[in-house]
């Protein structure tokens, strides 16, 4: 039996295109990554570097090179409305909020630089540390839209989720 070659593509081609296919949320691969640098004071190594914080009304500030809290420590975030606006709500796994509150009490009057890559890299907010953080739980004002944040706070979520299945 002989089976043109043409022929037999285009069956494939009609068999692909009347079968439904797996359909996934867009929204459901957006991946953002979280990094909280703590500030320090420039001492010429490579262990600190100055950022740039705001886009508005910008302001530097020298961080660690190294965060203390990565998104592998975050359980869950949100986008919350708050005085004046909306801000991001962060809540830490039991090491991240252990490591949020040896910091913020080490690290009173400090900034903690938050940094995120959501397709665009950009440090997003530098909250001072006022007061010891005991409930792991990190809320503050990003610079960006409301739109931008909830992109962040949707890939933040979605490597959480992958975290907690084991696949990172």
């Excluded at 039996?1 to 295109?17: D, E, P, Q, S, V």
């Excluded at 009347?18 to 459901?28: F, N, R, S, W, Y």
Aim: proline fraction near 4%; charged fraction near 25%.
């Amino acid at each position: 039996m002989k089976i043109r070659f043409w022929a037999f593509n285009t069956y494939l081609l009609l068999l692909a295109a009347l079968m439904p296919g797996c359909q996934t949320d867009k929204k459901d691969k957006e991946l953002s990554t979280l990094r909280i640098h703590i500030e320090t004071n420039p001492d010429g190594t490579g262990r600190n570097m100055p950022v740039t914080i705001g886009r508005s009304d910008p302001f530097e500030v020298t961080v660690e090179s190294a965060p203390f809290i990565t998104e592998a420590h975050v359980d869950s975030a949100s986008v919350i409305d708050g005085l004046g606006g909306f801000q991001i709500m962060v809540h830490l796994n039991r090491e991240g909020t252990w490591l949020l509150e040896q910091y913020s009490l080490a690290s009173r009057e400090k900034h903690a630089a938050i940094f995120s890559n959501f397709g665009e890299a950009r440090w997003l907010a530098a909250p001072n540390l006022t007061h010891r953080i005991t409930d792991g739980v990190l809320v503050f004002t990003p610079d960006a839209t409301r739109e931008e944040a909830e992109r962040i706070v949707r890939g933040i979520n979605n490597i959480a989720k992958q975290f907690k299945k084991g696949n990172l």
